[in-house]
Structure formats: structure tokens, C-alpha cells
DNA sequence: CCCGATACCTACTTGCGAGTAAGGCTACGT
DNA sequence: ACGTAGCCTTACTCGCAAGTAGGTATCGGG
């Protein structure tokens, strides 16, 4: 019989697999290719060849190029942000309330490296409809961070120093969260906590304390 | 003269000038149309449509695409660090000296946007041959924030905290400054004085220090 | 006045990669 | 058992922009 054979003679035929499958894994190929070598120099080939699919399907399934970042920048700014909020405690002392979102923040960078430079470096740089996605969650993580700080003011009768400047120092201290992390990126022998009590450190007590001597410490649970 | 008429009837033939000059002008124009699209999207033609020159004289004089926008890279770079480092003074108290810095980056920012948008959201993102440039010039301004930071040491008896975590913290910082220029630009409305004064702010007395409405305040001299 | 060098141009080639046309195989419902 | 819906592929088209070949004007010096 011609049948003789059990080795598939066939290059390799991918197996039929459903499509909710198939889309999950193309966007984690996307979101590895995208995050080697950015945007544009990122290959549809390349991605499909990864995601073990041919080309035809990834627009079949995700659309254009476009889109298929999009789907990445989504599912990953979603993800980080879930895990920061996850992090955080409502009940506890604003510094606490920091402190955990900041490890979580930095925890997630460490366990999803990938994801991270997509997000972070990718995105920020292309000025086409990603922008908006993008801008739209940073936007969230801002008024995420502006909403524990401008929450200690409730708690204690905040000066109006602070209650002024909400957003703007929220956006800088996103900023210094992400070029933290980027400096991590090559200082990979620190720990999660470690970063996030650096930067504690410094967004809390400030350098005038610093010089002092005077460091913030997280509290006994961990 | 038989050529009475002055007009030139060719279609405008570029006047001859010399090269130093011609540089100048078609890294002018790349800065602004990179700054515009971004590396991958800006097209040589457009370059040097604005450079007002035709495209083979870019190629003669600068070289590749790469290398044109390694060149940007650089020299806006370079201008920016001088702009920060004239802005300071070494005689003063750390404290003056990092809001002069500060002071000098935003006002850097303010007066050349284009050159700061190819600087931080461009070169950040492209993978390639810029990164050796830029992470340079990156380093440059951490070690310079460091090198300020930990002056105050030498000036009080600076503690183990502060100076064991000079890098990192320097890079927080300057992350914290980019990010800052970039919420500003969606927020024109401010002075470079005040937005270096929110980060001042921020960074020297920290947050626990504004919640009791302790503040920052700039030293007579403006 | 001539000649080499330098500034400058028009008009092309070329490669790469996004996106698609057209069709084959498999499974499951009826 | 068979048809149809959905999974999957190979093998193309085709536009765009990087980079170049080859030639023309103009300047300065001998």
C-alpha cells in the first residue's frame, strides 16, 4: 500500500486546533517578535513562523499588522494593570498602599520581560493609532497612582501642595517607575522589592531625607 | 547684457553653498521630520524636501539612513547636556544645584521640542545602531545626576542610604524628568520654573514631607 | 582660459515585506 | 455518506522607499 509508511510524509501540517487557541498563541509570538525587534522591523513572516502558523491566518484572525499590535499592547497594559491593582490593599496607610503597588508593579516586569518592552518602549514611539490604546492605559496607570496619593488626603489632613499637584507628580513618578525598570533591565542581580524600595525611598522621603539617614522601611508583613 | 531679466527661468537650481552649511541645514530638517513620523515612517525624499536639497547630496554627505539619524541623535544630545550642565553652578548647595539642573532641562525642552521628541521617544524604541548612542548619552546624564547627588555627600555626611543607591536613583530621576516633560507637553500652560519646581518638589522632600505641606522653596536669585 | 574639484540634479534599480487569491484537508452535523 | 463550515497552506502581487548611476553646472586656481 502506498500506505505503508507511518512517518507522516508531509512537511508537517500544523494540527487543527480551535480558533481561540490559534489567536492566543499568535499573540504571544507577536508580542516576543515585537519585542525583539520593535514595530516595524518585526516580520508578519517572522511572527507566523514563531507562532507555528502560516501568514494567511494571523489575518484571517488578528487583521493587519496594526491591529495585531494593538491586540498585544491591550492584552499586556491589561495584565499590568490588573496585577498592580491586584497589589493593592484599600484598607492600609497610603505608604503601604504605594509600597505594594510599586513591588507588584516591579514583580511584573521581572516575570514578563517581554511584555514590558513592548509596552514600554514600543509603543510610546509610534505615533499611529497605537498611541491612543497606549495613552489611554498609561493614562489609567496615572490616575491609578494620582487617586493613592490624592487618597491620603482624606486620611490626613493633606496641604494643598500635594492636593494641587496630583497628576503631574503621578506622571512622574510612572516615569520614574519605568526608567527604573529599564535600569533594572541591566542590573538584573536586585530583587523585586529591592527596586521598589528604592524608589520608595525616593518618591516618599525624598532626597533631603535621604541625606539624613532617614529611610522608609515597609512594614513587618513582608 | 542680452539676459536682461534677472528671474532665473531654470526651475530653481539650488544655490552652491558649501558643505558645513548644507550638514547643518539637512540635519535640521531630519530632526524636525523625524521628530514629526518617527525613524521608520520619515522618508528620505521628505527629508530632503524640507532640507531643500536633493536626496543623493544626503546620502553623499551624511551617509545612510542610520547614520543621518545617528547624527541627530548625537547632536541634539550633546546640546541638551550642556544646556544642563551650563545651567550649573558648582559652587552652590546640592539642593540649588539639582533645581538649576532641572530648571535647565525643561527649559531646554521647552524651546526645542523637536529635538527632544527624536531623543526620547525615537531613539529609545529602535533596536539598532542608535542604542550604543543614546544609552551613551543616556549614561552621561545619569552619572552627571549621580555625580550631583553625591556631592551632597562630600558636603554633610551624606548616609549609608543615599550613597550606596546614587545610580539608581539617579536614573529614577532622570526618568522622572522625561516623563514629566512629556505630561507637559499635553500641558503647555506651565512655566519650565514651575514643572521643574513640581519635580523638586517630588524628588528632594518626597511625598511624606508634602502631606505636612512642607515645601520647596527656589533661593532668592530666581 | 582651461582643468580639476566640488556642489548639485534627474531618473533609475532593487529588495523587502505587507497583504491576498485560490484552493486542499478534516471534522462534524444530519 | 456527504456536504458544508472552518482550519490551514503555498505561492503569488505589488507598492513603497532606500540607495545609486551617471551626468551637468559652477567655482577657484594656475
Redesign the pocket.
Known sequence: MSLADDATPQ?????????AV?ERQIVDAAVSVFSKYGY??????EI?EVA??????I??YLG???DLFAACIHREATLLLEAVVGGIEVGQPPDVQLWRGLRSFFEFVAAHRESWRVLHRQSIAQGGPFTEELMSMRQRAISLVAAVLMRTGSDEGVGEAASVAGEPLAAALVGAGESLADWWLDHPEESPSSIAARLMNLVWMGFGNLVEDRVWKPPRDE
Open positions: 512537511p508537517a501540517r500544523a494540527k487543527r486546533l480551535p480558533r490559534r516595524h522591523d518585526a516580520s508578519m513572516d507566523s507555528g502558523i502560516s501568514k494567511p491566518m489575518y484571517a493587519a499588522k496594526e
